[in-house]
């Protein structure tokens, strides 16, 4: 079965402060690993897919990348408007495997 | 773009009760998801729809729980008795196909509370 571990399970950073979130995954046959954002009361809201080792994506102030055993997704200069729970999710065969999340909570 | 739809957005009923949860997809998306969120962890796929065709329904308890989409749009999620521990979000997502490789695009979810 296909297992995803997020960490840290909390992150509280100052407005401007960067730091890095983790998500390890054991999946046979990896096609795909998703990064969802979510706030609170909303469903999950699509930021990324990465395909392969060593692919990046950029999208404002949030950069993924991607091993073969985990992906970081790094988070630069944050804004309040950042503060979000962030999701991380693999795709094995065709359904997709959730990890718990990151809550990240970004102080003006 | 419209986007999904989900209907009632809250639900509070008593355990051992029955509840329905309705969801319309995006426009034109062939595949719908319905996802159970329990608070503080991530969305666990129930069923998965193709057209109106089941292509997974793993890890639904199918002695409580069904689903149906007639004619390949709306699809409902019906809980029959609910337990204490069905208390949690579903959530409905489409997406244009099935395999997954495509984003999916959730609904802003049905919280429900089983007293």
């Known amino acids: 079965e296909d297992q995803v571990t997020q960490s840290p399970e909390a992150l509280r950073l100052q407005e401007g402060e960067s730091s890095s979130l983790n998500c390890s995954y054991t999946v046979s046959g990896l096609r795909g690993l998703f990064w969802y954002r979510q706030d609170p009361g909303k469903g999950p809201e699509f930021l990324f897919t990465?395909?392969?080792a060593g692919e990046e994506k950029e999208k404002e102030r949030l950069k993924a990348t991607l091993t073969k055993k985990e992906s970081f997704l790094h988070i630069t200069a944050p804004k309040p408007e950042d503060s979000a729970t962030y999701l991380c999710?693999?795709?094995?065969?065709?359904?997709?495997?959730f990890g718990a999340g990151t809550t990240v909570t970004v102080r003006a | 773009e419209a986007g999904v739809a989900q209907s009632p957005r809250y639900k509070i009923i008593e355990k051992r009760q029955s509840v329905a949860f309705w969801c319309n997809p995006i426009?034109?998306?062939?595949?719908l998801y319905w996802y159970q969120q329990i608070l503080g962890q991530g969305p666990k796929l129930l069923i998965q729809f193709q057209n109106n065709g089941v292509v997974d329904d793993s890890q639904l308890p199918k002695d409580r729980f069904s689903a149906e989409r007639l004619k390949g749009v709306d699809s409902t999620l019906k809980i029959q008795p609910a337990k204490l521990e069905d208390s949690a979000v579903y959530l409905c997502a489409s997406s244009l196909e099935y395999q997954g490789l495509n984003e999916q695009f959730f609904g802003p979810g049905t919280r429900l509370t089983v007293l």
């Open positions: 426009s034109g998306h062939a595949t």
């Open positions: 999710a693999v795709l094995g065969d065709y359904k997709l495997s």
């Open positions: 990465l395909y392969s």
